[in-house]
């Protein structure tokens, strides 16, 4: 009868509606997920890049003070290097 094929369709348009909304959360979901992730990825970069921009400096430093004949304690100290990393340069 024709109320129950208006109650199917009523079903099937809120079916299909249910379907797009997932859909779309599931779209955004990764969008968001994406964006977090390049961001994540370009302040660990960041953090990376200091720390090994710090640690090369260090190492230039410790370099220039041993072969001006400084002993190894007051290079660690001035550098943050382990003695065992500066007798090894």
């Known amino acids: 009868d024709a109320a129950h094929m208006l109650r199917m369709d009523h079903i099937s348009q809120i079916e299909t509606g249910y379907e797009k909304g997932l859909e779309k959360g599931r779209r955004q979901g990764q969008q968001e997920g994406h964006q977090k992730g390049l961001q994540e990825g370009h302040q660990?970069?960041?953090?990376?890049?200091?720390?090994?921009?710090?640690?090369?400096?260090?190492?230039?430093?410790?370099?220039?003070?041993?072969?001006?004949?400084?002993?190894?304690?007051t290079i660690a100290a001035a550098s943050g290097l382990s003695q065992q990393e500066i007798k090894a340069l």
């Open 44 to 73: 660990k970069g960041l953090q990376e890049g200091h720390e090994k921009g710090a640690k090369d400096k260090a190492i230039e430093i410790a370099k220039a003070l041993k072969a001006t004949g400084v002993d190894l304690a």
